[in-house]
């Protein structure tokens, strides 16, 4: 780890295409160029592998994240940075992860999309498919998604990746001491 900070996690929410995940590829490039040890948590990969057992109802949406932030934590403590992905609808799932990590290790990062443009990048037709009835509790169309109370880092998803990317390493930069 380079400069022997102490290791974090950027817990990326916002809607379902609102650019999360590519979000969250761009942040892990720079830090690992910088020989800062990193891993993305993805929400979609981890739905089809560690919570492939967990549905999308809010109660499992909690089980979800809750898992998925005792995981970050663990790799924070072993001094790995970790970047999770993830719609993370509500503040109270929110505050579950923040109790776990620790408030001075999140960074809660907020990708705030219309859902106009996240429909427009959605290539798999969910919120098509939602709108229709089939799918249920789909974040933003059937099921609540909460713009967070106090993010650490609020993202314009109309601006571009380099924009965007440029704002969070800035922050990393600021608060942490990343040397980006």
């Known amino acids: 780890m380079k400069n022997k900070q102490k290791a974090i996690t950027i817990w990326i929410t916002g809607l379902s295409a609102s650019g999360k995940s590519t979000l969250a590829k761009s942040i892990k490039k720079v830090l690992s160029s910088n020989r800062i040890n990193t891993v993305v948590l993805d ?13 999308f109802s809010i109660e499992d949406r909690k089980e979800n994240n809750r898992r998925i932030a005792e995981i970050a934590r663990i790799m924070n403590d072993e001094g790995i940075n970790v970047i999770c992905a993830l719609i993370s609808p509500t503040n109270e799932i929110r505050n579950i992860a923040t109790e776990i990590i620790g408030q001075d290790n999140l ?8 859902i106009e ?13 939602a709108k229709q009835g089939n799918i249920s509790n ?5 099921s609540v998604y909460e713009v967070p109370k106090f993010p650490d880092i609020t993202l314009n998803g109309e601006n571009s990746l380099l924009e965007n990317l440029n704002e969070v390493t800035t922050f990393l930069n600021l608060k942490y001491q990343f040397n980006l």
């Open 138 to 142: 789909f974040t933003g169309i059937s």
């Open 43 to 55: 929400g979609d990969h981890l739905r089809k592998t560690v919570n492939k057992d967990l549905s």
């Open 107 to 114: 960074v809660l990062t907020y990708v705030n999309t219309s």
């Open 117 to 129: 443009i996240c429909e427009s990048r959605d290539q798999k037709y969910l919120y098509k498919k």
